[in-house]
RNA sequence: GGCCGGGUGGCCGAGUGGCUUAGGCAAGGGCCUGCAAAGCCCUGUACGCGGGUUCGAUUCCCGCCCCGGCCUCCA
Protein backbone atom coordinates (compact mmCIF):
# COMPACT_ATOMS: atom_id res chain seq x y z
CA UNK A 1 0.00 0.00 0.00
CA UNK A 2 1.73 2.99 -1.48
CA UNK A 3 -1.24 5.52 -0.02
CA UNK A 4 -0.51 8.26 2.14
CA UNK A 5 -3.26 10.54 3.63
CA UNK A 6 -3.36 13.60 5.98
CA UNK A 7 -4.46 12.68 9.80
CA UNK A 8 -6.19 14.87 11.30
CA UNK A 9 -5.30 13.98 14.65
CA UNK A 10 -1.53 13.98 13.63
CA UNK A 11 -1.77 16.67 11.36
CA UNK A 12 0.66 15.48 8.77
CA UNK A 13 0.13 13.37 5.95
CA UNK A 14 0.94 9.32 6.86
CA UNK A 15 1.07 6.13 5.21
CA UNK A 16 -1.82 4.35 5.64
CA UNK A 17 -1.04 0.91 7.01
CA UNK A 18 -3.80 -1.73 7.26
CA UNK A 19 -4.20 -3.19 10.15
CA UNK A 20 -5.01 -6.62 7.75
CA UNK A 21 -2.72 -6.28 4.46
CA UNK A 22 -5.02 -6.43 1.76
CA UNK A 23 -7.91 -5.61 3.34
CA UNK A 24 -9.00 -1.81 4.59
CA UNK A 25 -12.32 -1.02 6.76
CA UNK A 26 -13.33 2.89 6.54
CA UNK A 27 -16.22 4.15 8.36
CA UNK A 28 -17.78 7.84 7.04
CA UNK A 29 -20.01 9.99 8.57
CA UNK A 30 -23.11 10.04 6.71
CA UNK A 31 -25.98 12.76 6.77
CA UNK A 32 -28.69 13.38 9.05
CA UNK A 33 -31.45 12.72 6.76
CA UNK A 34 -33.86 15.66 7.59
CA UNK A 35 -33.85 17.75 4.16
CA UNK A 36 -33.12 17.70 0.64
CA UNK A 37 -29.61 16.87 -0.31
CA UNK A 38 -27.04 19.75 -1.24
CA UNK A 39 -24.05 19.81 -3.62
CA UNK A 40 -21.79 20.25 0.00
CA UNK A 41 -23.60 17.10 1.04
CA UNK A 42 -22.45 15.84 -2.50
CA UNK A 43 -18.84 17.07 -2.50
CA UNK A 44 -18.49 15.08 0.59
CA UNK A 45 -19.91 11.74 -1.28
CA UNK A 46 -17.52 12.48 -4.54
CA UNK A 47 -14.40 13.00 -2.85
CA UNK A 48 -14.68 9.66 -0.33
CA UNK A 49 -16.01 8.01 -3.24
CA UNK A 50 -12.68 8.55 -4.97
CA UNK A 51 -11.07 7.68 -1.52
CA UNK A 52 -13.57 4.28 -1.92
CA UNK A 53 -12.45 3.91 -5.79
CA UNK A 54 -8.85 4.12 -5.33
CA UNK A 55 -8.95 2.12 -2.61
CA UNK A 56 -9.98 -0.74 -4.96
CA UNK A 57 -8.16 0.40 -7.36
CA UNK A 58 -5.09 -0.34 -5.56
CA UNK A 59 -6.33 -4.02 -4.92
CA UNK A 60 -7.61 -3.51 -1.49
CA UNK A 61 -10.69 -5.79 -0.19
CA UNK A 62 -12.85 -2.52 0.98
CA UNK A 63 -15.08 -2.26 3.44
CA UNK A 64 -16.86 0.91 2.83
CA UNK A 65 -19.34 2.13 5.73
CA UNK A 66 -21.27 5.00 5.63
CA UNK A 67 -24.33 5.90 8.37
CA UNK A 68 -27.40 6.77 8.06
CA UNK A 69 -28.48 9.31 10.60
CA UNK A 70 -32.36 8.50 10.56
CA UNK A 71 -33.55 9.73 14.12
CA UNK A 72 -32.57 13.15 15.71
CA UNK A 73 -34.00 16.63 17.40
CA UNK A 74 -34.40 18.03 13.90
CA UNK A 75 -35.92 15.50 11.95
CA UNK A 76 -38.70 15.36 14.64
CA UNK A 77 -39.31 18.59 14.70
CA UNK A 78 -39.76 19.16 10.77
CA UNK A 79 -41.89 15.90 10.81
CA UNK A 80 -43.88 17.04 13.45
CA UNK A 81 -44.26 20.14 11.37
CA UNK A 82 -45.24 18.79 8.54
CA UNK A 83 -47.39 16.63 10.45
CA UNK A 84 -45.92 13.25 9.28
CA UNK A 85 -44.52 10.23 11.27
CA UNK A 86 -40.71 10.78 12.04
CA UNK A 87 -39.37 7.61 10.34
CA UNK A 88 -41.55 8.38 6.93
CA UNK A 89 -39.61 12.12 6.68
CA UNK A 90 -36.39 10.17 7.24
CA UNK A 91 -37.17 7.38 4.58
CA UNK A 92 -38.27 9.86 2.34
CA UNK A 93 -35.17 11.89 2.90
CA UNK A 94 -32.76 8.73 2.44
CA UNK A 95 -34.03 7.59 -0.65
CA UNK A 96 -33.28 11.76 -2.13
CA UNK A 97 -29.64 10.89 -0.78
CA UNK A 98 -29.83 7.84 -2.35
CA UNK A 99 -30.87 9.40 -5.67
CA UNK A 100 -28.26 12.10 -5.35
CA UNK A 101 -24.96 9.21 -4.66
CA UNK A 102 -26.54 7.57 -7.69
CA UNK A 103 -27.16 9.99 -10.08
CA UNK A 104 -23.32 11.44 -9.57
CA UNK A 105 -22.21 7.49 -9.92
CA UNK A 106 -20.61 7.26 -5.88
CA UNK A 107 -20.24 3.93 -5.30
CA UNK A 108 -22.70 1.92 -3.03
CA UNK A 109 -20.97 1.57 0.33
CA UNK A 110 -20.53 -1.71 1.87
CA UNK A 111 -23.26 -1.19 3.96
CA UNK A 112 -24.85 2.25 5.04
CA UNK A 113 -26.80 1.09 8.48
CA UNK A 114 -28.92 3.25 10.17
CA UNK A 115 -28.82 4.68 13.76
CA UNK A 116 -32.50 3.40 14.27
CA UNK A 117 -31.38 -0.25 13.27
CA UNK A 118 -28.47 -0.47 15.93
CA UNK A 119 -30.48 -0.07 19.41
CA UNK A 120 -29.21 -3.00 20.52
CA UNK A 121 -25.29 -2.48 20.09
CA UNK A 122 -25.83 1.11 21.24
CA UNK A 123 -27.11 0.47 24.81
CA UNK A 124 -24.65 -2.23 24.67
CA UNK A 125 -21.58 0.74 24.60
CA UNK A 126 -23.45 3.06 26.70
CA UNK A 127 -23.46 -0.05 29.52
CA UNK A 128 -20.06 -0.95 29.33
CA UNK A 129 -18.79 2.88 29.20
CA UNK A 130 -21.03 3.05 32.40
CA UNK A 131 -19.50 0.27 34.02
CA UNK A 132 -15.94 1.39 33.25
CA UNK A 133 -16.76 4.65 35.43
CA UNK A 134 -17.02 7.09 32.63
CA UNK A 135 -20.71 7.86 32.31
CA UNK A 136 -23.24 8.45 35.18
CA UNK A 137 -26.88 8.02 34.51
CA UNK A 138 -29.16 11.40 35.34
CA UNK A 139 -32.50 11.46 35.43
CA UNK A 140 -33.42 9.12 32.74
CA UNK A 141 -30.27 10.46 30.61
CA UNK A 142 -26.55 9.41 30.67
CA UNK A 143 -23.87 11.38 30.14
CA UNK A 144 -20.20 10.85 29.71
CA UNK A 145 -18.00 12.08 32.10
CA UNK A 146 -15.51 14.06 29.90
CA UNK A 147 -12.70 15.06 32.79
CA UNK A 148 -12.40 11.37 33.10
CA UNK A 149 -10.98 10.35 29.37
CA UNK A 150 -7.50 11.08 29.22
CA UNK A 151 -6.47 13.03 26.11
CA UNK A 152 -10.04 14.53 25.55
CA UNK A 153 -9.43 17.42 22.97
CA UNK A 154 -6.53 16.00 20.96
CA UNK A 155 -7.98 15.44 17.74
CA UNK A 156 -9.60 18.90 17.52
CA UNK A 157 -6.45 20.49 19.26
CA UNK A 158 -8.91 21.73 22.14
CA UNK A 159 -7.55 21.77 25.73
CA UNK A 160 -10.29 21.48 28.18
CA UNK A 161 -9.45 24.86 30.12
CA UNK A 162 -10.46 26.44 26.66
CA UNK A 163 -13.71 24.54 25.97
CA UNK A 164 -14.70 25.47 29.76
CA UNK A 165 -13.74 28.98 29.20
CA UNK A 166 -14.60 29.56 25.49
CA UNK A 167 -17.75 32.40 24.84
CA UNK A 168 -20.32 30.05 23.35
CA UNK A 169 -19.07 27.10 25.11
CA UNK A 170 -22.53 27.26 27.53
CA UNK A 171 -24.67 24.26 28.39
CA UNK A 172 -27.54 24.55 25.99
CA UNK A 173 -30.77 22.70 25.41
CA UNK A 174 -30.73 19.73 28.02
CA UNK A 175 -31.95 19.55 31.11
CA UNK A 176 -30.04 20.87 33.43
CA UNK A 177 -28.41 17.27 34.43
CA UNK A 178 -24.76 17.54 33.62
CA UNK A 179 -22.27 17.73 36.38
CA UNK A 180 -20.25 19.10 33.58
CA UNK A 181 -20.76 21.59 31.09
CA UNK A 182 -18.26 19.71 28.99
CA UNK A 183 -19.80 16.62 29.26
CA UNK A 184 -22.36 15.43 26.65
CA UNK A 185 -25.40 12.87 26.28
CA UNK A 186 -24.95 8.99 25.80
CA UNK A 187 -28.52 8.89 26.18
CA UNK A 188 -31.67 11.03 25.96
CA UNK A 189 -34.63 10.43 27.93
CA UNK A 190 -37.88 10.37 25.60
CA UNK A 191 -40.12 13.33 26.42
CA UNK A 192 -43.53 13.55 25.24
CA UNK A 193 -44.72 11.95 21.71
CA UNK A 194 -41.02 11.73 20.84
CA UNK A 195 -39.56 8.54 19.50
CA UNK A 196 -38.00 5.88 22.12
CA UNK A 197 -36.65 2.49 23.04
CA UNK A 198 -36.69 0.74 26.11
CA UNK A 199 -33.24 1.20 27.95
CA UNK A 200 -32.04 0.35 31.12
CA UNK A 201 -32.66 3.71 32.09
CA UNK A 202 -36.14 4.03 30.94
CA UNK A 203 -37.80 5.31 27.60
CA UNK A 204 -35.41 6.88 25.38
CA UNK A 205 -33.20 7.35 22.45
CA UNK A 206 -29.43 7.79 21.40
CA UNK A 207 -27.19 10.61 21.60
CA UNK A 208 -25.99 12.19 18.71
CA UNK A 209 -22.84 10.54 18.76
CA UNK A 210 -23.12 7.58 20.54
CA UNK A 211 -24.33 5.82 17.29
CA UNK A 212 -20.90 5.96 14.99
CA UNK A 213 -18.94 4.59 17.94
CA UNK A 214 -21.23 1.89 17.90
CA UNK A 215 -21.77 0.99 14.48
CA UNK A 216 -18.13 1.51 13.51
CA UNK A 217 -17.10 -1.26 15.80
CA UNK A 218 -20.51 -3.54 14.57
CA UNK A 219 -19.06 -3.48 11.18
CA UNK A 220 -15.45 -2.83 11.44
CA UNK A 221 -13.89 -4.22 14.77
CA UNK A 222 -13.02 -2.27 17.34
CA UNK A 223 -10.21 -0.80 15.56
CA UNK A 224 -10.45 0.17 11.85
CA UNK A 225 -8.11 2.24 9.31
CA UNK A 226 -10.14 5.26 8.31
CA UNK A 227 -12.54 7.21 9.92
CA UNK A 228 -13.86 10.20 7.68
CA UNK A 229 -16.19 13.07 7.00
CA UNK A 230 -16.64 16.83 7.16
CA UNK A 231 -14.25 19.28 8.65
CA UNK A 232 -17.33 20.28 10.56
CA UNK A 233 -17.33 17.04 12.67
CA UNK A 234 -14.13 17.15 14.02
CA UNK A 235 -15.38 19.19 17.20
CA UNK A 236 -17.48 18.16 18.92
CA UNK A 237 -18.87 14.59 17.42
CA UNK A 238 -15.57 12.71 16.21
CA UNK A 239 -13.75 14.36 18.95
CA UNK A 240 -16.52 12.66 21.53
CA UNK A 241 -16.82 9.20 19.26
CA UNK A 242 -12.93 8.89 20.04
CA UNK A 243 -13.73 9.91 23.81
CA UNK A 244 -16.36 7.38 23.89
CA UNK A 245 -14.73 4.40 22.43
CA UNK A 246 -11.85 5.10 24.24
CA UNK A 247 -14.19 4.54 27.31
CA UNK A 248 -15.17 1.24 26.34
CA UNK A 249 -11.45 0.16 25.96
CA UNK A 250 -11.89 0.53 22.06
CA UNK A 251 -8.30 1.92 19.86
CA UNK A 252 -11.11 2.96 17.15
CA UNK A 253 -9.72 4.56 14.44
CA UNK A 254 -6.05 5.00 13.24
CA UNK A 255 -6.45 7.40 10.77
CA UNK A 256 -8.84 10.50 10.70
CA UNK A 257 -9.41 12.17 7.45
CA UNK A 258 -11.86 14.77 6.89
CA UNK A 259 -12.69 17.07 3.71
CA UNK A 260 -13.57 20.75 2.85
CA UNK A 261 -17.04 22.23 3.01
CA UNK A 262 -18.31 23.92 -0.05
CA UNK A 263 -18.93 27.66 0.11
CA UNK A 264 -22.16 29.08 -1.32
CA UNK A 265 -21.65 32.70 -3.91
CA UNK A 266 -20.25 34.79 -0.40
CA UNK A 267 -17.67 32.29 0.51
CA UNK A 268 -19.95 31.15 3.82
CA UNK A 269 -20.14 27.58 4.21
CA UNK A 270 -23.14 25.94 2.27
CA UNK A 271 -25.51 24.50 5.21
CA UNK A 272 -29.11 23.97 5.64
CA UNK A 273 -29.51 26.64 9.21
CA UNK A 274 -27.83 29.45 6.63
CA UNK A 275 -30.47 28.95 4.05
CA UNK A 276 -27.79 29.14 1.50
CA UNK A 277 -27.48 25.52 0.09
CA UNK A 278 -27.66 24.50 -3.23
CA UNK A 279 -30.11 21.48 -3.61
CA UNK A 280 -28.12 18.62 -5.52
CA UNK A 281 -31.94 18.57 -7.81
CA UNK A 282 -31.47 22.12 -8.32
CA UNK A 283 -28.16 22.17 -9.60
CA UNK A 284 -28.75 18.97 -12.15
CA UNK A 285 -31.49 21.05 -14.02
CA UNK A 286 -28.60 23.37 -15.16
CA UNK A 287 -25.89 20.94 -14.73
CA UNK A 288 -25.12 17.38 -16.18
CA UNK A 289 -24.57 14.83 -13.79
CA UNK A 290 -20.96 14.22 -14.78
CA UNK A 291 -20.50 17.69 -14.68
CA UNK A 292 -21.53 17.84 -11.27
CA UNK A 293 -19.19 15.49 -10.10
CA UNK A 294 -16.15 16.52 -12.42
CA UNK A 295 -16.97 19.84 -10.68
CA UNK A 296 -17.34 18.93 -7.70
CA UNK A 297 -14.55 16.54 -7.41
CA UNK A 298 -12.31 18.66 -9.79
CA UNK A 299 -11.17 20.80 -6.02
CA UNK A 300 -8.47 18.66 -3.71
CA UNK A 301 -10.55 17.16 -0.88
CA UNK A 302 -8.98 19.13 1.98
CA UNK A 303 -9.74 22.70 0.58
CA UNK A 304 -12.81 24.42 0.55
CA UNK A 305 -14.35 25.17 -2.59
CA UNK A 306 -17.09 27.29 -4.02
CA UNK A 307 -20.06 25.98 -5.73
CA UNK A 308 -21.76 28.75 -8.13
CA UNK A 309 -23.07 28.72 -11.85
CA UNK A 310 -19.62 29.92 -13.08
CA UNK A 311 -18.09 26.81 -11.57
CA UNK A 312 -20.49 24.61 -13.24
CA UNK A 313 -19.50 26.13 -16.64
CA UNK A 314 -16.01 25.65 -16.48
CA UNK A 315 -16.72 21.93 -15.23
CA UNK A 316 -18.73 21.37 -17.89
CA UNK A 317 -16.29 23.46 -20.78
CA UNK A 318 -12.98 21.03 -19.10
CA UNK A 319 -14.88 18.05 -18.98
CA UNK A 320 -16.40 18.13 -22.91
CA UNK A 321 -12.95 18.70 -23.63
CA UNK A 322 -12.51 15.33 -22.29
CA UNK A 323 -15.24 13.58 -23.79
CA UNK A 324 -14.67 15.11 -27.20
CA UNK A 325 -10.80 13.40 -27.38
CA UNK A 326 -12.52 9.98 -25.82
CA UNK A 327 -15.54 10.54 -28.98
CA UNK A 328 -13.01 11.09 -31.64
CA UNK A 329 -10.28 9.18 -30.66
CA UNK A 330 -12.47 5.86 -29.81
CA UNK A 331 -13.75 6.98 -33.48
CA UNK A 332 -10.31 6.87 -35.22
CA UNK A 333 -8.59 3.67 -33.42
CA UNK A 334 -10.87 1.39 -33.83
CA UNK A 335 -10.13 -1.77 -33.28
CA UNK A 336 -6.03 -0.96 -33.52
CA UNK A 337 -4.39 -3.18 -30.63
CA UNK A 338 -3.49 -1.13 -27.58
CA UNK A 339 0.31 -1.31 -26.72
CA UNK A 340 0.00 -0.83 -23.04
CA UNK A 341 3.86 -0.24 -22.07
CA UNK A 342 3.53 2.82 -24.03
CA UNK A 343 0.86 4.61 -21.02
CA UNK A 344 3.23 3.59 -18.22
CA UNK A 345 4.53 7.08 -17.20
CA UNK A 346 1.39 8.23 -17.64
CA UNK A 347 -0.32 6.09 -14.98
CA UNK A 348 2.46 6.17 -12.75
CA UNK A 349 1.70 9.65 -12.95
CA UNK A 350 -1.69 9.43 -12.14
CA UNK A 351 -0.90 6.64 -9.38
CA UNK A 352 1.34 8.99 -7.51
CA UNK A 353 -0.50 11.48 -7.43
CA UNK A 354 -3.22 9.76 -6.15
CA UNK A 355 -1.41 8.09 -3.67
CA UNK A 356 -0.14 11.38 -2.42
CA UNK A 357 -3.25 12.42 -0.49
CA UNK A 358 -5.21 11.93 -3.14
CA UNK A 359 -3.85 14.43 -5.04
CA UNK A 360 -7.16 14.50 -7.66
CA UNK A 361 -5.95 18.20 -9.38
CA UNK A 362 -2.63 16.73 -10.14
CA UNK A 363 -4.46 13.77 -11.21
CA UNK A 364 -6.79 15.42 -13.95
CA UNK A 365 -3.15 17.77 -15.23
CA UNK A 366 -2.10 14.28 -16.17
CA UNK A 367 -5.58 13.87 -17.86
CA UNK A 368 -5.46 16.77 -19.74
CA UNK A 369 -1.97 16.38 -20.52
CA UNK A 370 -2.54 12.73 -21.88
CA UNK A 371 -5.82 14.23 -24.03
CA UNK A 372 -3.79 17.24 -25.42
CA UNK A 373 -1.01 14.60 -26.34
CA UNK A 374 -3.89 12.24 -27.79
CA UNK A 375 -5.27 15.31 -29.69
CA UNK A 376 -1.86 15.81 -31.67
CA UNK A 377 -1.73 12.08 -32.38
CA UNK A 378 -5.13 12.29 -33.76
CA UNK A 379 -3.87 14.57 -36.15
CA UNK A 380 -1.11 13.21 -36.90
CA UNK A 381 -3.13 9.36 -37.75
CA UNK A 382 -0.60 7.71 -35.03
CA UNK A 383 -2.59 5.26 -34.78
CA UNK A 384 -1.17 2.90 -32.79
CA UNK A 385 0.58 5.56 -30.15
CA UNK A 386 -3.36 7.16 -30.10
CA UNK A 387 -4.80 3.59 -28.75
CA UNK A 388 -2.27 3.33 -26.13
CA UNK A 389 -3.31 7.15 -25.27
CA UNK A 390 -6.76 6.94 -25.05
CA UNK A 391 -6.85 3.05 -23.13
CA UNK A 392 -4.70 5.09 -20.87
CA UNK A 393 -6.65 8.04 -20.33
CA UNK A 394 -10.25 5.95 -19.97
CA UNK A 395 -8.08 4.15 -16.92
CA UNK A 396 -7.85 7.21 -15.40
CA UNK A 397 -11.02 8.56 -15.70
CA UNK A 398 -12.44 5.19 -14.82
CA UNK A 399 -10.90 5.29 -11.19
CA UNK A 400 -12.68 8.70 -10.94
CA UNK A 401 -16.13 7.70 -12.65
CA UNK A 402 -15.61 10.03 -15.44
CA UNK A 403 -15.10 8.13 -18.37
CA UNK A 404 -17.61 8.72 -20.89
CA UNK A 405 -17.92 5.43 -22.14
CA UNK A 406 -18.31 2.58 -19.91
CA UNK A 407 -19.28 5.03 -17.06
CA UNK A 408 -21.72 8.12 -18.70
CA UNK A 409 -23.05 6.10 -21.68
CA UNK A 410 -24.86 9.19 -23.63
CA UNK A 411 -28.83 9.29 -23.30
CA UNK A 412 -31.29 8.50 -25.83
CA UNK A 413 -32.49 5.14 -27.08
CA UNK A 414 -30.79 2.77 -30.03
CA UNK A 415 -33.53 2.87 -32.20
CA UNK A 416 -34.40 6.84 -32.15
CA UNK A 417 -30.93 7.42 -32.33
CA UNK A 418 -30.42 5.36 -35.70
CA UNK A 419 -33.49 6.82 -36.97
CA UNK A 420 -31.78 10.66 -36.21
CA UNK A 421 -28.65 9.83 -37.75
CA UNK A 422 -30.02 9.19 -40.85
CA UNK A 423 -31.68 11.84 -41.34
CA UNK A 424 -29.09 14.39 -40.08
CA UNK A 425 -26.73 12.05 -42.52
CA UNK A 426 -29.59 13.08 -45.51
CA UNK A 427 -28.65 16.54 -44.74
CA UNK A 428 -25.20 16.52 -44.74
CA UNK A 429 -25.25 14.41 -47.98
CA UNK A 430 -26.92 17.59 -49.32
CA UNK A 431 -24.34 19.90 -47.98
CA UNK A 432 -21.39 17.68 -49.12
CA UNK A 433 -23.27 17.98 -52.88
CA UNK A 434 -23.45 21.82 -52.46
CA UNK A 435 -20.02 21.66 -51.27
CA UNK A 436 -18.68 19.86 -53.66
CA UNK A 437 -19.83 22.19 -56.74
CA UNK A 438 -18.70 24.91 -54.28
CA UNK A 439 -22.55 26.54 -53.35
CA UNK A 440 -21.56 27.31 -49.88
CA UNK A 441 -24.05 29.63 -49.33
CA UNK A 442 -26.51 26.44 -49.92
CA UNK A 443 -23.96 24.48 -48.00
CA UNK A 444 -23.36 26.69 -44.65
CA UNK A 445 -27.25 27.22 -44.77
CA UNK A 446 -27.75 23.54 -44.16
CA UNK A 447 -25.21 23.77 -41.61
CA UNK A 448 -26.95 26.59 -40.02
CA UNK A 449 -30.50 25.02 -40.06
CA UNK A 450 -28.83 21.93 -38.78
CA UNK A 451 -27.26 23.88 -35.89
CA UNK A 452 -30.34 25.28 -34.62
CA UNK A 453 -31.77 21.94 -34.07
CA UNK A 454 -29.34 21.73 -31.70
CA UNK A 455 -26.64 19.67 -33.88
CA UNK A 456 -22.71 20.66 -34.83
CA UNK A 457 -21.24 19.27 -37.89
CA UNK A 458 -17.45 18.33 -37.79
CA UNK A 459 -15.43 18.16 -41.07
CA UNK A 460 -12.81 15.57 -40.50
CA UNK A 461 -9.76 13.83 -42.77
CA UNK A 462 -12.65 10.86 -42.29
CA UNK A 463 -15.63 12.52 -43.37
CA UNK A 464 -18.37 14.82 -41.76
CA UNK A 465 -19.17 13.86 -37.63
CA UNK A 466 -21.78 15.35 -36.43
CA UNK A 467 -23.09 15.50 -32.12
CA UNK A 468 -25.60 17.48 -30.62
CA UNK A 469 -24.62 20.99 -29.22
C1' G B 1 -11.29 35.10 23.01
C1' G B 2 -9.24 29.80 21.95
C1' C B 3 -8.09 26.04 18.15
C1' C B 4 -7.52 24.92 12.85
C1' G B 5 -6.99 26.03 7.60
C1' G B 6 -6.12 29.53 3.73
C1' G B 7 -4.46 34.18 0.91
C1' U B 8 -0.68 32.08 -6.20
C1' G B 9 -0.94 35.35 -12.92
C1' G B 10 -8.05 38.06 -15.74
C1' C B 11 -10.77 33.69 -13.14
C1' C B 12 -10.54 28.60 -10.95
C1' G B 13 -6.73 25.75 -9.02
C1' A B 14 -1.75 22.68 -8.11
C1' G B 15 3.17 23.06 -6.45
C1' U B 16 8.25 23.98 -5.12
C1' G B 17 14.41 26.69 -1.37
C1' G B 18 17.32 27.78 -7.28
C1' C B 19 15.85 23.25 -12.21
C1' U B 20 11.60 23.01 -18.60
C1' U B 21 8.10 28.19 -12.42
C1' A B 22 1.06 21.90 -13.13
C1' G B 23 -3.75 21.72 -15.33
C1' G B 24 -8.52 23.98 -16.82
C1' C B 25 -11.25 28.41 -18.31
C1' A B 26 -10.78 33.24 -20.44
C1' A B 27 -7.50 36.67 -23.73
C1' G B 28 -4.08 37.62 -27.96
C1' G B 29 -1.26 35.59 -32.20
C1' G B 30 -0.40 31.53 -35.61
C1' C B 31 -1.57 26.63 -38.10
C1' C B 32 -5.54 23.63 -40.16
C1' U B 33 -10.51 24.76 -42.87
C1' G B 34 -13.98 27.35 -48.80
C1' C B 35 -15.81 29.45 -44.04
C1' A B 36 -16.73 27.11 -39.58
C1' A B 37 -16.48 23.32 -35.78
C1' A B 38 -13.01 20.30 -33.37
C1' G B 39 -7.89 20.29 -32.62
C1' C B 40 -2.59 21.69 -32.42
C1' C B 41 1.40 25.40 -31.52
C1' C B 42 3.00 30.04 -29.36
C1' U B 43 2.41 34.40 -25.90
C1' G B 44 1.57 37.06 -21.24
C1' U B 45 1.84 38.45 -16.00
C1' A B 46 1.83 35.40 -10.04
C1' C B 47 2.89 33.90 -5.49
C1' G B 48 -1.46 39.27 0.84
C1' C B 49 2.00 43.08 3.60
C1' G B 50 6.62 44.01 6.48
C1' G B 51 10.94 41.97 8.45
C1' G B 52 14.50 37.78 9.11
C1' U B 53 17.48 33.19 7.80
C1' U B 54 20.10 32.05 3.13
C1' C B 55 24.68 32.69 -2.12
C1' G B 56 19.33 32.57 -3.40
C1' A B 57 12.38 32.40 -0.83
C1' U B 58 6.48 32.35 -3.66
C1' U B 59 8.42 28.04 -0.92
C1' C B 60 11.60 28.15 5.89
C1' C B 61 11.07 31.59 10.54
C1' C B 62 8.72 36.01 13.07
C1' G B 63 5.10 39.88 13.09
C1' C B 64 0.87 42.10 10.79
C1' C B 65 -3.54 42.39 7.67
C1' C B 66 -7.56 39.86 5.37
C1' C B 67 -10.82 35.44 4.45
C1' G B 68 -13.00 30.84 5.98
C1' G B 69 -14.09 26.64 9.49
C1' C B 70 -14.93 24.83 14.58
C1' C B 71 -15.94 26.11 19.75
C1' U B 72 -24.27 25.25 19.16
C1' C B 73 -27.33 21.04 14.86
C1' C B 74 -24.37 20.50 10.34
C1' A B 75 -20.82 16.82 4.87
Not at 170 to 180: A, I, L, T
Request: hydrophobic fraction near 40%; aromatic fraction near 6%.
Amino acid sequence: MELRLYDTRTRAVRPVEPIRPGAIGVYVCGPTVQAAPHVGHLRSAVALDVLHRWLIASGNAVTFVRNVTDVDDKIIHDAAHNGEPWWALSARITRAFDDAYDAVQVLRPTIDPRVTGHLPQILALTEAIIERGHAYVSGGDVYLSVRTVEGYGALSNQSLDALQTSEKAVPHGQSGQKRDPLDFALWKSAKPGEPSWPSPWGLGRPGWHIECSAMAVEYLGEEFDIHAGGLDLVFPHHENEIAQSACAGHAFARHWLHHGLVTAAGGEKMSKSLGNSITVADALVTTRPQVLRYGLGAAHYRSSMQWSPEVAEEAEAAYSRIETFVRNASEAVGDTPVEESLSKASWDEFAAALDDDLGVPQALATIHSGVRAGNALLAARELPTLAATLSVVRRMLTVLALDPMSQWPSAGGGELTAVVDALVMLAIEARGQARDRKDYGQADALRDRLGEAGIVLEDTPDGVRWRLS
